[in-house]
């Protein structure tokens, strides 16, 4: 394999595979890219076996062929090159030479051979989605997605496309069993290529993946979902993850009906309010002690080590006065994710679920549980 | 105003109480480790056993194998404390804010203090002369304007002396110095260090010489700390010692007891006394710490870390369990053991969706169940004591 290739341009490749390599080394294959040198580009793939994202890149190939070696020495050496182009060289028993203007690094490779595949991916049954929508989704309900948790299907984003009053409709659930975040928008277009409702569990891993990707532009990425694996397709990469299996549990019974009073309040005067008041709470509860009256809500914090905070916040509500205990970062987790300047909380009694929601959209919606103090 | 701190440090500091009180160790090779079994540690070493090549962590058999002559001296907890109160009673005269990161370690921040006593090293060298001569304690000092800089001047020189590192002179006086005299968290200690080994980083001059942008991609959010220690920088303000709330209990084994369990089931006692204070007090725990005093006065100490705050005895009696059996090391009998519950704060209960939707349960759901009748027990307990007085209840054993 020989082949000359815009710095740049490979760096950029790198630093999007930097997330999907495995870090535990639990095989040290997976901690290494594989290079594939074609007539139309390098093809750069990783994957840690549940993840596997492939991107293909302009080069001036001159003798096609593949190896793989580590990803993170590669960036290493990148990151300090300064030449705009290089030249790499796989040799006998897969050494690899990176020569950059007069520096020449001889790396270690891997035969190929040894790299896991990923699937073959069909361009058919993708359906295009707006990326910046997608985004909007991914960022309003990735916070809540547990990390680590004993219930396994929580550990991962619900992506659910159902019909609705004849409209297709995209919605992402995310929660931790403490707080669940729900947002959902309209898929445009009349041929999209699904008869029926579809229902599936993105490993958070990947979800975060795919959020990376859309940040870096606005083109519209297509997204698709077979029987085990979901495939996100944008401008020349091809993320492909496989689905968690599990049941997801009914997240429609832990939110709140509109019954109870609202609670309004401007969220910037809320939000600064909760974040001056919980630099006094515990360290790993992050208590916050909300009062609700009529025209308030006084927050509260106290912590045995440092002292204690207060503040008033304008607030309209019409029910009975109560007091309640909410985790602060878990609001403020909400809170960062809602644009309007007002919302509402709805609570029926202080230990029950605070379903938070935005004004004018009924296509957001926040569940925090209480803290019982 | 640059900042004035100094760093007194005894080196091996119990080896030296040891030699205080049996004059007879004096220019003998001296190991402070916790047990005589050839697997114990080695917790420090005088410089005499040093010169043989011995080291701390090194075993005890190791140890013993270099030099055959080696003496060892097992902890003593109690002289210790005694000890590091002298020292911060001759530095609280001069100091108006000191904190001990280990015994024998005091930092001392003079910062303002010039015209009551003089400049930092002078006001230094008259604490160290002062210990010395009335307490026959020799400790070195270090001068600096941070806590770190001062730690590690500390570090590099011998008994007697007093190093003084001028302003602006910090980073030219950390260059030759070794990447290992950072305070990294031991947490992250070994692999820092080991990344600095693949980048062929050795000394802090090397490191202080990189960019952040270069090294936050490797290292990760400790980059910006390294980076400012390797380059002398530390604006970690000196804490004074902070009383931590705490609630204990003693109690006396009249017939000293040498059978463990035993003293467990007095310990449980002692610990369901303790938790319902906690609740009527609606606190809960983070530290659970049992100090057991022995016939022959020496005493052994150990603390364990219970993650998230408790104040349920049903819960807290295996941590406290597994904590009597590290502690009870040694074949003799036990006068008198004293459980303190550390780390107080107001107990909160994070409620989950799984408390009104079943289908968030946990897989350990069954020991959820377990738990919440264990915890009904106790406040029906509290309850029926609260009305009936403490005895009104007493634990039996089932017989059969």
């Known amino acids: 394999m020989k082949l000359r290739i815009n710095r740049d341009d490979l760096l950029t490749a790198l630093q999007r595979v930097q997330g999907v390599v495995e870090k535990r080394n639990t095989m040290p294959i997976l901690a290494n890219i594989l290079l594939e040198a074609k007539p139309e580009g390098l093809d750069v793939l990783a994957t840690d076996l549940e993840i596997g994202m492939r991107g293909l890149y302009k080069a001036d190939v001159q003798e096609p062929g593949s190896v793989t070696f580590s990803a993170r020495k590669l960036f290493e050496i990148l990151r300090e090159i300064r030449e705009p182009q290089i030249q790499l060289t796989v040799t006998e028993n897969s050494w690899v030479t990176i020569q950059a203007g007069r520096s020449q690094f001889r790396v270690v490779g891997l035969p190929s051979q040894d790299f896991p595949s990923l699937p073959a991916i069909d361009r058919e049954g993708l359906m295009p989605l707006p990326g910046s929508g997608l985004l909007e989704l991914l960022r309003r309900t990735i916070f809540a997605v547990g990390d680590h948790d004993t219930r396994y299907v929580l550990n991962g984003l619900l992506v659910t496309v159902f019909q609705q009053d004849g409209r297709w409709m995209i919605r992402l659930v995310g929660t931790d069993g403490h707080r669940l975040a729900l947002a959902e928008q309209e898929l445009d277009g009349k041929d999209l290529p699904i008869s029926e409702e579809t229902k599936v569990i993105v490993p958070k891993k990947a979800a975060i993946e795919i959020r990376r990707l859309l940040e870096e532009d606005e083109s519209e990425p297509l997204i698709g979902f077979t029987r085990n694996m979901v495939i996100f397709r944008k401008s020349g990469l091809v993320l492909t993850s496989r689905v968690m299996e599990g049941t997801y549990p009914n997240y429609h019974q832990v939110i709140p009906k509109n019954g109870a009073h609202p609670i309004t309040v401007e969220r910037a005067d809320f939000e600064g309010a909760l974040r001056r008041v919980s630099l006094l709470s515990t360290d790993r509860s992050h208590a916050v002690k909300l009062s609700i009256t009529t025209d308030r809500i006084i927050l509260h914090s106290s912590s045995p080590d440092f002292g204690e905070a207060q503040e008033d916040c304008p607030a309209t509500f019409k029910g009975k006065e109560f007091s309640t205990g909410f985790n602060a970062r878990y609001l403020l987790d909400v809170l960062a994710v809602i644009p309007t300047e007002r919302l509402s909380l709805h609570m029926e009694s202080p230990l029950s679920p605070c379903l938070i929601s935005e004004e004018g959209n009924p296509h957001f919606k926040a569940v925090v549980m209480p803290i019982k103090i | ?400």
């Open chain 2, 1 to 400: 105003m640059p900042r004035q701190i100094v760093c007194y440090r005894i080196p091996a500091f119990q080896v030296a109480l040891a030699r205080l009180e049996q004059p007879s160790l004096r220019g003998r090779p001296l190991a402070l480790a916790p047990s005589t079994n050839s697997h114990a540690p080695v917790l420090e070493v005088s410089r005499e056993a040093e010169h043989e090549g011995i080291h701390v962590g090194m075993s005890v058999g190791q140890a013993r194998r270099l030099c055959p002559a080696l003496t060892l001296v097992p902890p003593d907890p109690p002289t210790v404390r005694e000890a590091v109160r002298t020292i911060e009673s001759v530095i609280a005269r001069v100091a108006p804010a000191w904190e001990s990161p280990d015994p024998g370690c005091v930092v001392f921040d003079l910062t303002g203090t010039t015209r009551l006593f003089g400049r930092a090293c002078d006001t230094a060298a008259a604490v160290e002369r002062e210990l010395a001569e009335r307490f026959r304690l020799v400790g070195v000092a270090g001068v600096a304007t941070n806590k770190l800089v001062a730690e590690v001047a500390s570090t590099v020189i011998e008994p007697w002396h007093v190093y003084d590192v001028r302003p602006g002179a910090e980073s030219a006086f950390l260059s030759p110095l070794p990447v290992h005299v950072l305070p990294v968290p031991a947490r992250e200690r070994r692999w820092i260090l080991s990344l600095f080994d693949d980048l062929h980083i050795a000394t802090l001059g090397q490191l202080a010489a990189y960019e952040l942008a270069d090294l936050e991609p490797i290292v990760g959010s400790f980059a910006a700390h390294v980076l400012a220690w390797a380059r002398g920088v530390d604006e970690t303000p000196v804490q004074p010692p902070a009383r931590q709330p705490s609630l204990e209990a003693t109690v006396v084994l009249e017939d000293d007891v040498i059978d463990v369990e035993d003293v467990r089931r007095r310990l449980d006692g002692v610990l369901e006394t303790l938790c319902s204070t906690l609740r009527r007090r609606r606190q809960a725990c983070r530290l659970l710490t049992l100090r057991l005093r022995y016939r022959d006065h020496r005493e052994s100490c150990r603390s364990y870390c219970i993650g998230a705050g408790c104040c349920w005895e049903g819960e807290l009696a295996h941590p406290l369990h597994q904590l009597l059996y590290r502690t009870f090391q040694r074949r003799v009998r036990v006068r008198s053991a004293t459980l303190a519950l550390g780390a107080l704060h107001p107990a909160t209960h994070q409620l989950t969706f799984a408390e009104i939707c079943p289908a968030f349960a946990s897989p350990t759901a069954g020991s959820d169940d377990r738990r919440i009748r264990s915890r009904r027990l106790s406040l029906a307990l509290d309850t029926i004591r609260a009305k009936f007085g403490q005895g009104a209840i007493v634990w039996g054993r089932a017989i059969g």
